[in-house]
Structure formats: C-alpha cells, structure tokens
C-alpha cells in the first residue's frame, strides 16, 4: 500500500522511485489527499538528492496529465513553440513567434506572467491596448490555421499539478533544482501539445542557470524528456548576463521590438542574434532544413518587413490596437523620469541582470507580491550595453516609473548593477551552445 511517509523516506536516503511511487504522490496531491507538509519534505529531499533521468520523466508525465493536454493535431508536424527559461529584458517571444510563423511553422503559443526579477510575456502583452490575453481553445487554433500564430496566457487547466507545486517550491526554498525545473517547464510544454520544442535555455546572473555547465545540464535533461515524449527538440544556450536589448519593463520592451521588426537594430546585436537563432532552429525542426539555411531565411524575414507584418496581423487579430504600433506618438509614457549619468571615464564592463531586473521591478515593472498591479509604463532603457564606452557626465539609462517615491531607492540598486573599467572588457558570445534532440538519446 502507498505511503507517503515511505515515500519521503526512500528519497530522503538517495534510493530511486518507482513510476508508480511518483504518479501516486502527483495524483494523491492534486487531489488533495496529501498535505502540504508532507509534500513539502519530499520536495527538498528531491532538491538535496536529485532525481535520475526515468524519475524525472515519470514526474513530468504525472504532471502532464494531471490536466488538459491541448490538441494540436490538425496542424501535423508543423505545430511548434519556443520556451525560455527566463530573463531580464527578455523579449525574443514578441520577434521569433512572427518571424517562424512566416517561415511556415504554426507557432502556437502559450506563456506565462512574471516571476521575480524576470518578465512575463503575458504581463507584456497586455501593455497593448485591446490584446485578448485569454482565447479559447478553438479561438487559439483557428488563429494558429488563420495566420500562423497566436501567443496566449496558459490556463489553470494545463498541468495544474505543477501549478500547486511551484507554490509550494516558490515558499519553501526548493525551485532552484534541476530536475524540478526541467520536469515544471516540460509537463507545461508538453501539454501545450505542439510537435516541436525549441527551448531558449539562458545562462548568466540573470538566468535560473548561472553557469553554462548547469545550462547545459537543464537543457538536456529537457531535451531528454521531450525526445522521450516523441518531440521535435533542441534547446539553445543563451547569454544572460547583462539584459537582453536595451530595455526592461513591459511597454518599453514592446516598443523595442517594434522598432527591431521595423529594421533599427542599431545596438541590438544581442537581440538579434538569439531572436534570429531560435526562430532558425524553430524552423530547421519543423522543415528538415539546416540552422544555417534557417538563419538566411529568418534573416530575410526580418529585413523585408515579413516578420513586422505578422506581428501586425497577430496583435491585431487578437484585438491590439494597430494604432498603438504604429504611431509611436499615440503611446502613453511614464510620467516620471530620471537619466541616470556616469562619474567616470571608461568602459561599461558589468551590468548585473538579476539586479537590473530588481530595479526594474522596484519601478513598478514586476510585482513585489502576487497581488501587485504592474505599472506597464515603468522600467529601465539603457543608454550604454556591456563592451561600450562610457564618460563622466553622459547618460548611463534612463528609469521610467509612475511613481516618483520608488526612484532613488531602484536608481541605486541600478548604479550598483554596473562596473566601469578603464580596459575594454572582452566581447561575450550571445549563444553559449545547441542541445539537439535525436532519435538515441533517453
Ligand atoms: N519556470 C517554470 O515554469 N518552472 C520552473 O521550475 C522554473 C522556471
């Protein structure tokens, strides 16, 4: 007979769980039967002792169905979605979701809001006057047959499962393990249902992941879940380090990317060269092609307006306002701001991106608590990237916040981010490695 006493135990001491153990407990937890004590010492046993590769597909599985698995079958193999595992400035979804749908891939998408210091898309979408965040099922797939793509908020009813665990892993100190992680993200992925998975695994101090060996780590365990599952999978590792582009916080980061997709990609190296890889491999997997052959036709996608169009077409069909896209003058901005100067001569050599993140959200960004409203219109533009010279006197970032108390204190953390150097620090790489999926592994 099951008992969860035995089963914490067992973990407790380092030995392996059946499949039948795990599902007992997602099954028994979900449904109430298990408290959250109980559950509570399995997750840090799980956290200090880890989980081998079948227990960390039985988990993900066990949350997997404990919820709605969407049907996505009608679109074939050329249902495909795109997954970070989180950052700062991160705003690749709004850039590489029309840019794969224009290469042919029916980019069905589901994310998340905010956590933390990092952004949620969901949060950002809704910086869009008029975006349905919340279609149904049949609006969701009727827009992905319609024009390629659609990017909605993940219902309670996908893995619920995981939902009531990362609560409880959110208070109790255990998120931070990886097969925790790669079975919270997978059981979400997988029941989102598409046929192919690219996975935008970010490395830096603005990432879960702060080394590229722990990425690369999370990445396969991922990508051994998903080939087990029977999916098109590669994960790509992505530099984290410093913010992604030069903006944090919701409507700036859309009007980024409005300016990207119109061709300014003037300092964006970073966002390009992820934005442009992922949509690649989004598309290598779903037509056969190499990344490189990928690349060129994302590539043009970009320059020829292609991509900006789609993102027109998307927003508009889910009830954005065109208006708000195109005519820069008809957007709100933040009634209070504050440049933020340098005291020195030199080289921008650091900018911390949790703690950039942090001072974002200090703004009004991202929320303090789970019942915090966002201030949609604050955040952050950085004037200077990492790599760039700097002197005395000259904007360093601009902050943006409705609320003017909330200032000096988020204009210190950010100063505090950042390092000056009289050297010109070495350029980073912005992808960090590909994890591909094939047929042996798992
Ligand atoms: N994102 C998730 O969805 N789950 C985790 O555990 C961590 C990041």
Redesign the pocket.
């Known amino acids: 007979m099951f008992s969860m006493y035995d089963v914490i135990a067992k973990k407790r001491d380092g030995r392996v769980l059946s499949d039948a153990e795990i599902r007992a407990v997602i099954d028994g937890y979900t449904a109430g039967r298990i408290p959250d004590y109980q559950v509570s010492a399995w997750l840090m046993a799980i956290y200090l002792r880890g989980m081998n590769e079948a227990e960390t597909a039985s988990l993900t599985d066990a949350m997997l169905h404990s919820g709605d698995i969407v049907d996505l079958s009608a679109f074939g193999h050329l249902s495909a979605d795109k997954h970070s595992?989180?950052g700062v400035g991160d705003k690749t979804t709004f850039i590489v979701a029309p840019l794969a749908a224009v290469l042919g891939c029916k980019t069905a998408k589901m994310s998340?809001r905010g956590?933390g210091h990092t952004g949620g898309t969901i949060d950002k979408l809704e910086a869009i006057p008029g975006y349905r965040v919340s279609l149904s099922e049949e609006e969701f797939r009727t827009q992905v047959r319609r024009i390629g793509v659609s990017v909605i908020g993940a219902t309670g009813d996908i893995a619920p499962a995981?939902k009531l665990l990362?609560a409880l892993?959110d208070v109790t100190a255990t998120?931070d393990s990886l097969p925790?992680?790669a079975?919270?993200?997978m059981s979400?992925k997988l029941a989102a249902g598409t046929s192919s998975i690219v996975l935008d695994v970010t490395v830096g101090s603005g990432a879960?992941m702060k080394t590229t060996s722990d990425a690369r780590a999370l990445a396969q365990a991922m990508v051994d879940i998903g080939v087990r599952a029977g999916k098109n999978i590669t994960a790509v590792l992505t530099d984290m380090d410093q913010p992604l582009g030069r903006t944090i916080g919701n409507a700036l980061e859309l009007e980024e990317v409005i300016s990207f997709l119109q061709g300014d990609d003037n300092g964006l190296d970073d966002l390009r060269e992820v934005s442009l890889t992922l949509a690649a491999h989004m598309a290598a997997n779903v037509h056969g092609i190499t990344p490189d052959e990928a690349y060129r036709q994302a590539y043009d996608a970009w320059k020829s307006g292609a991509a900006y169009e789609k993102f027109m077409e998307w927003i508009t069909a889910q009830g954005g306002d065109p208006a708000w896209i195109t005519d820069a003058a008809a957007r709100q901005t933040a009634p209070v701001s504050e440049t933020v100067c340098c005291a020195v001569d030199g080289y921008l050599a650091y900018a911390d991106a949790e703690m950039i993140g942090l001072a974002a959200m200090q703004l009004g960004a991202g929320r303090q608590t789970k019942d915090d409203r966002i201030d949609m219109l604050a955040g952050i533009r950085m004037c200077r990237k990492v790599g760039e010279p700097v002197r005395r006197g000259e904007p360093l970032a601009v902050l943006y916040t409705s609320d003017p108390t909330r200032l000096s204190a988020a204009g210190e953390r950010f100063l505090s981010a950042l390092r000056i150097s009289q050297e010109k620090p070495d350029a980073h790489p912005h992808i960090l490695g590909v994890v591909c999926g094939s047929e042996t592994a798992g």
């Open positions: 595992t989180g998340g956590l995981d990362y892993r998120v925790l992680i079975s919270s993200i979400k879960f």
